[in-house]
């Protein structure tokens, strides 16, 4: 059986923020700072954690995987990220870091039947997952299962939502816009305010430009707001990467579906409740309904 678009979003706005964590806990920074990384600022550790699992990628790989990311601030940190740590390295810690971090998070709701029962569903989800053209996901999908419910739980979060992520890499190659377009197309559309995006390191000549080519195909008003054909464009990326995300959530079926959604829930309320997490973001972070 479909499961309604909206129902789709829905569940990536529950499974985002039980994966996210890896990006803002201190007992990640912890680790990241024991293997060697900077951390002043998240970007050191997330040019290693998140593409660790493609193995030593350089940075085109990396920024075409990645593709919101200016290949300039990617070139940055990788392929440095692998000097002070190997990938497997890297694996080893980030498994390390979100054991901490849930154990933080949950308490004594780790070992919860609640907990379990929602990895078992997260798990029969990813493992549907169709990763064809999805380099993200089939790199997740391609490392070994965890034991602990908990970590379960976190790696199959982690395959959902970068399969969801590639689908919508493959909905804005559809339409047409590159990684910057693509920024300027979504602030314009009220995704978050335009300072949000600055730090994915494109220069403000460079959003200008890719303003200007927007606007001369008609989707940018003069004004920065998109236009009626610029609106309808997003749109179409929005529905599409819904569309393109479904198949692993439909395994489950509607009941199945509705189960996860309960299970997941005090998960989901421990991590947007942290305070860890960005309140104004474009990832699904903190929004349920």
Same mark, same amino acid.
């Given at each position: 059986m479909s499961l309604p678009p909206s129902r789709v979003r829905n569940l990536w706005h529950l499974t985002e923020p039980v994966h996210a964590v890896l990006y803002y806990a201190p007992e990640v920074l912890a680790e990241a700072a024991a293997l060697g990384y900077a951390t002043d600022t998240r970007w050191p550790s997330y040019f290693a954690w998140r593409p660790a699992p493609l193995g030593a990628a350089g940075p085109n790989a990396v920024a075409a995987a990645f593709y919101s990311f200016s290949p300039a601030m990617v070139a940055e940190h990788v392929p440095a990220a692998w000097r002070v740590a190997d990938p497997g390295?890297?694996?080893?810690?980030?498994?390390?870091?979100?054991d901490a971090t849930y154990?933080?998070?949950?308490?004594? *709701? #780790? %070992?919860?039947?609640?907990?379990?029962?929602?990895?078992?569903?997260?798990?029969?989800a990813a493992e549907s997952a169709a990763t064809a053209g999805r380099p993200l996901a089939a790199a997740?999908?391609?490392?070994?299962?965890?034991?602990?419910?908990?970590?379960?739980?976190?790696q199959a979060a982690t395959i959902l939502r970068e399969h969801r992520g590639d689908g919508h890499v493959a909905s804005l190659l559809t339409e047409g816009l590159d990684p910057v377009e693509a920024l300027v197309s979504f602030a314009a559309f009220g995704a978050a305010r335009r300072q949000v995006f600055d730090s994915r390191g494109w220069t403000p000549g460079q959003w200008e430009e890719a303003g200007d080519r927007l606007r001369s195909r008609g989707l940018l008003a003069a004004d920065g707001t998109l236009t009626e054909a610029g609106r309808a464009l997003r749109q179409r990326i929005e529905e599409r990467t819904d *569309? #393109? %995300?479904?198949g692993p959530w439909e395994t489950l079926g509607e009941a199945g579906a509705d189960r996860f959604t309960e299970v997941i829930a005090p998960v989901w309320?421990?991590?947007?409740?942290?305070?860890?997490?960005?309140?104004?973001?474009?990832l699904g972070i903190g929004k349920v309904g």
């Open positions: 390295t890297v694996l080893a810690s980030r498994l390390r870091a979100i154990r933080t998070l949950l308490g004594d *709701a #780790l %070992a919860s039947p609640e907990v379990r029962e929602a990895a078992e569903l997260a798990r029969r997740n999908a391609d490392l070994p299962w965890p034991d602990e419910p908990h970590l379960v739980l976190w *569309a #393109l %995300a479904a309320a421990a991590a947007v409740g942290s305070g860890l997490l960005p309140a104004e973001n474009t």
